[in-house]
């Protein structure tokens, strides 16, 4: 059976710089995109994040979309 493509590695450093944008985004209540690895962009405000589940949960227009932390290859602010 085939596998998919690896999600892309990242050092420690690259990690706890993505870690340290996400809890100044949900401080704020900064509106964000995410780039998330294999799959769509998601857009909204960061509501929570999980340590245990290692989740991030982004609120966007009613809808909250849980995604995975090590699946976020960049944030970014919008507007």
Known sequence: ???????P???EFELEELG?????AHQEE???QLIVWNAEPVR????E????T???HVSWMGDII????????????VG
């Open 20 to 24: 340290e944008r996400l809890i100044e």
């Open 1 to 7: 059976m085939a596998k998919g493509p690896k999600r």
């Open 30 to 32: 900064t509106e964000m």
């Open 44 to 47: 909204g405000r960061i509501i």
């Open 49 to 52: 994040m999980n340590s245990r």
């Open 66 to 77: 849980k995604v995975p932390f090590m699946d976020i290859m960049k944030v970014q602010s």
């Open 54 to 56: 290692k989740l991030v």
């Open 9 to 11: 590695t990242r050092d």
